[in-house]
């Protein structure tokens, strides 16, 4: 867990600020301009063209392949680590969400190497009543969990999954940890986690960053082809699926 760590906030901070730009140049109000609260652009393509574009900013490519997190991820065992193509900033509004995730493992819609993992850094303060994470510890240790596919559409993707696509067979019903971060806090965890997404209620937006990265020199990894979960479903990839899944 980081922890007011001075660097990463001045990564987030360039993060804040190209999101601002970028919204301005849709015709939006900066959503960090003291109004973060009321950032709720009309449904449509200029808010569709918006918030893909995201993913694609210079600043969180910028802190996806930064020495800071590549020495972090040595620290927690990566040997080499590898920048999946799954960096990302979501903006939830509150209320009923339908791109909520539930329950669920990024590894089940993000290939990566076996011990892959997830850093996830709030760009505000989250709780458990405002948008936080919420965990279940040492659910990784179990590896990947059973699914069931929900949309049958998702057989035929190459891309990215979506909530709508999987759920689990069993989601955990007890053990569950609200996770709560400041700005300039995150966390890391393993992408065999457990975890899901909180409601949180009014008008407000949760801005949060994910970084995915993996592990260049893991056999497993290498063995099954090196998939970035960008191109390869899980879904398609049957000798991964059946080592991990089907040998359960």
């Not at 980081?2 to 015709?27: H, N, Q, T, V």
């Not at 590898?82 to 209320?95: E, F, K, P, T, W």
């Not at 590894?107 to 405002?130: E, I, K």
């Not at 759920?167 to 995150?186: F, K, M, Q, T």
Request: contains cysteine; aromatic residues 10%; glycine residues 8%.
């Amino acid at each position: 867990m980081f922890r007011k760590a001075p660097e990463l906030i001045g990564y987030l901070a360039d993060i804040k600020d190209e999101i601002g730009k970028l919204a301005i140049s849709y015709g939006f109000a900066d959503p960090f301009d003291g109004n973060a609260d009321c950032f709720d652009p009309p449904v449509g393509d200029p808010r569709n063209r918006f918030y893909r574009s995201l993913r694609y900013l210079p600043s969180l490519g910028r802190l996806a392949n930064s020495a800071f997190l590549a020495n972090a991820s040595k620290e927690i065992g990566l040997s080499l680590p590898l920048v999946m193509n799954a960096s990302n900033i979501r903006m939830d509004q509150g209320g009923s969400n339908p791109n909520k995730f539930h329950w669920h493992q990024d590894y089940t819609y993000l290939l990566g190497s076996m011990n892959s993992v997830t850093y996830w850094f709030p760009l505000q303060s989250v709780s458990a009543t405002l948008g936080g994470i919420e965990i279940v510890p040492s659910s990784h240790e179990k590896h990947l969990r059973r699914f069931k596919v929900t949309n049958d559409l998702a057989k035929a993707k190459s891309g990215h999954l979506s909530p709508n696509d999987l759920v689990l067979e069993e989601e955990p019903r007890s053990g569950a940890v609200a996770v709560e971060l400041d700005y300039g806090d995150g966390i890391v965890f393993s992408q065999f986690l457990l975890h899901r997404s909180l409601e949180h209620a009014g008008a407000h937006t949760r801005w949060t960053v994910q970084v995915r990265i993996s592990d260049a020199l893991d056999e497993d990894y290498r063995e099954f082809g090196c998939p970035m979960g960008d191109t390869t479903t899980i879904l398609q990839h049957g000798a991964l699926r059946t080592k991990l899944v089907d040998a359960q």
